[in-house]
């Protein structure tokens, strides 16, 4: 199946720093998506996004397909941002979306 | 529009027990997943059901298996539980097979 790859695993910044995560994978996808895991273990949909770019508030991903790599974007941090964020990815052979270790993100006051 | 609903939230089990969580998806959803969220392993796939059918299954001992109801419900069981069976189990919803997913709350489990 597809391997999917997070970095970095940490990141830590200051309020209103700017950061982009990235998701590298290992094979074409059909499937997308990037999370966001809140405190109690859910993990909240940010993009589903196989190809292109998208943009929602302070957040935007872009996927190039091509070379199979995914961008997260987080503008102006918010305290509020702070946890895990996964990728996850699926390919046209199988049903099962593979998730990355995720990074841990920490914004600070 | 009612979200993916995980039940229980909570479960304490004994080593040797059985246990079974359940999974409601998303109205019109047809597909339903399950993960096994751990500190050491990550999220890691379980498996798939569409319309009754198990379609993919992850690399887990036959203890863990599921079903998947008439009404897209499903169930996971796991027997004989194991310490290392503590994890939190996350079910995903999608419309139809490599769509976009949504996951329930998820049931954390703790085996003692």
């Known amino acids: 199946g597809i391997q999917v790859e997070q970095s970095p695993p940490d990141l830590i910044l200051q309020e209103g720093a700017n950061s982009t995560l990235r998701c590298n994978f290992s094979d074409s996808v059909n499937n997308l998506q990037w999370f966001h895991q809140n405190p109690w273990g859910q993990l909240i949909n940010l993009f589903y996004i196989p190809s292109g770019t998208k943009q929602n508030g302070r957040l935007s991903a872009t996927t190039v397909a091509t070379e199979r790599y995914s961008l997260l974007y987080i503008s102006s941090s918010q305290t509020t941002d702070s946890g895990v964020y996964f990728c996850?990815?699926?390919?046209?052979?199988?049903?099962?979306?593979?998730f990355g270790a995720g990074t841990r993100l920490t914004v600070k006051p | 529009k009612a979200g993916v609903t995980q039940t229980p939230r909570y479960l304490i089990k004994t080593r040797g027990q059985q246990v079974t969580l359940s999974c409601s998806p998303i109205s019109g959803h047809r597909s339903v997943s399950w993960y096994q969220q751990t500190p050491g392993q990550g999220l890691q796939f379980l498996f798939e059901y569409f319309s009754e059918t198990q379609r993919n299954k992850g690399n887990f001992p036959g203890r863990f298996s599921g079903r998947q109801f008439s009404n897209s419900r499903s169930e996971m069981n796991v027997s004989t539980l194991e310490l290392g069976d503590s994890a939190l189990y996350l079910c995903?919803?999608?419309?139809?097979?490599?769509?976009?997913?949504?996951f329930g709350q998820g049931t954390r489990l703790t085996v003692v």
């Open positions: 996850a990815a699926d390919d046209y052979n199988n049903n099962d979306m593979r």
């Open positions: 995903a919803s999608t419309q139809q097979s490599n769509t976009e997913a949504f």
